[in-house]
Each structure stands twice: as C-alpha cells, then as structure tokens.
C-alpha cells in the first residue's frame, strides 16, 4: 500500500519555495539590499516566527537561492558534457562556452554583481569566496559528471580533481569578472584544460 500523502510536509515545502522564491524576485528586481526578513514575512504572508523556522537568517536564504542557481547551471553542464561523449575537452569547452554565455544572461548574477547599493555587496561573499555553495559544489559535481561521462582511466583521481578545479576557478573568474568576450574567454580555457589532459604522465 503506498504511503499516505504527508499534508504538512508538503505545504513546508511550498511555503519553503515560495519563500526563495520571493527572495529572488526581490534581488532581481531592487537588489539585495532590499531583502530583509520582516518584507518576507510580509509578501509571502506568513508571520516571521513562521519565516525563521525555515530560514534563520538572510545569509541562510542567499545560499539556497543561490544554490538552487548553481544546480540550474550544473544541469547544463552535463547536458554539453553528454553532447560531446567521445572528446572530454570538446565536452568541457561547450559547457564552459554554456555556463558563460547563460551567466552573462542571468538576472540573479547581474543583480548580486551590479551592487545597487552598500547591503548588495553581503551576496558577493556567498557567490565568490566561499566554499560553499558555488566553489565546492561546482567541483565536486563537475569532477564527478567528468569521471561518468568519460571514464579516463588513464587519469587518477588527484590529477582529475586539480584538473576540474582550475577549471572552474577560471571559469567562475571570468564569469564573476568578465574583461573581454565570451569567445575569448572560452578559448583561454580549453587551451589550459587540452594542455592539461595532454601533459598527464604515462601509466
């Protein structure tokens, strides 16, 4: 018999998404600034001890929404990385090119980047310098999408590790601070990622 459907739980979840959900508009649209707990309450309408059961704070918010960003563009990583199953540098340019050109478009990356005004910059901290949940996850997950996709034997895990995380510490850098064209950015990556898997060690 299959379990009965759990009411309360699937309306924390509702609430929990509406929650981040509104939180983002909000960035979006005024900036991060702009966010505080009390207007939560207020637009998602719920009182704010209901709020704080699911979010402490505003920096516990920044990291879901944030979060569920970045699993948006691992999705599309390892679409490109499927798309080129034979040729793990081919692979890793197109989901280089997608990840830049889709940052250059995302509405959430343009508002914490822009830094409205003094409180934006508090979203920065989360998206550029912490481990988590962009630095740690990316390459953990993108480490991991490599070895299933493409197997690599011939590499060991270490090699593969520092390989994915140059990878994407140049590919955040020029994601998080652009100075030229996507086109030249994406080239400057594959040269640095052909040469690394060509210069590995014979074993």
């Known amino acids: 018999m299959a379990a009965a459907p759990n009411f309360q739980s699937d309306m924390r979840k509702l609430l929990?998404?509406?929650?981040?959900?509104?939180?983002?508009r909000?960035?979006?649209a005024e900036?991060?600034?702009?966010?505080?707990?009390?207007?939560?309450?207020?637009e998602v309408g719920v009182s704010?001890?209901?709020?704080?059961?699911?979010?402490?704070?505003?920096h516990e918010l920044a990291e879901v929404v944030i979060s569920q960003e970045v699993d948006t563009f691992l999705a599309g990583i390892a679409e490109c990385l499927a798309a080129?199953?034979?040729?793990?540098?081919?692979?890793?340019?197109a989901a280089v090119e997608f990840t830049l050109?889709?940052?250059?478009d995302n509405t959430l990356l343009k508002a914490a980047l822009a830094g409205r005004t003094a409180p934006d910059t508090a979203l920065l901290p989360v998206l550029m310098t912490e481990t988590e949940p962009v630095l740690g996850r990316a390459i953990t997950a993108v480490t991991l999408m490599i070895r299933g996709q493409y197997t690599l034997a011939e590499v060991g895990d270490d090699e593969l590790a520092?390989?994915?995380?140059t990878l994407?510490?140049?590919?955040?850098?020029?994601?998080?601070?652009?100075?030229?064209?996507?086109?030249?950015?994406?080239?400057?990556?594959?040269?640095?990622?052909?040469g690394a898997f060509a210069n590995l060690p014979a074993r």
């Open 31 to 42: 900036g991060w600034g702009a966010v505080n707990m009390s207007r939560l309450a207020k």
């Open 101 to 104: 050109r889709t940052g250059a």
């Open 26 to 28: 909000i960035v979006v």
């Open 16 to 24: 929990r998404e509406r929650i981040i959900d509104t939180g983002r």
């Open 162 to 165: 520092a390989i994915t995380e």
């Open 84 to 93: 080129q199953p034979g040729d793990v540098v081919l692979g890793i340019r």
């Open 48 to 58: 704010r001890p209901v709020l704080y059961k699911e979010f402490a704070n505003k």
């Open 168 to 194: 994407v510490r140049l590919a955040l850098s020029h994601l998080f601070q652009p100075t030229g064209p996507i086109d030249r950015a994406v080239g400057q990556i594959h040269t640095v990622v052909a």
